[in-house]
């Protein structure tokens, strides 16, 4: 049985900040808005194939920020979009706290050779 989803974006979240609930579903949906609209202006087709299977969507952890920009070149050097996300500091953290990387969405061969061993959160 072929698996319904060949395509996916990957949210990896710090697990080192303390975040409330709210606010980290507040982080992951900036990164997954700014990664949607990204990639429909600059790979049309990946998105258009992600959004036409429902549009799925995974969350992970990493260690900390240095985690985020290994993610955040590796996936670049594979030519797939991401998105770092800094808070604004209105709230709950300081002033340009990396919280996330938004990576994606992409084809899961190619997403998974940047997120496929990490854990879920």
Not at 37 to 66: M, N
Request: hydrophobic share 45%; glycine share 8%; proline share 4%.
């Amino acid at each position: 049985m072929k698996e319904q989803f060949q395509n996916k974006l990957v949210i990896a979240v710090r697990s080192d900040l303390k975040l409330s609930p709210g606010k980290l579903a507040v982080q992951v949906a900036h990164a997954s808005v700014s990664c949607a609209l990204e990639t429909k202006s600059k790979k049309g087709r990946w998105f258009k194939d992600w959004y036409r299977e429902g549009q799925k969507k995974v969350v992970v952890k990493v260690a900390d920020k240095e985690a985020l920009f290994e993610l955040l070149a590796f996936a670049s050097e594979l030519g797939i979009i991401a998105s770092l996300i800094k808070d604004a500091g209105l709230t709950e953290i300081d002033p340009g706290t990396v919280t996330c990387l938004g990576i994606g969405p992409a084809p899961v061969v190619e997403i998974d050779k940047v997120t496929g061993a990490l854990p879920l959160l």
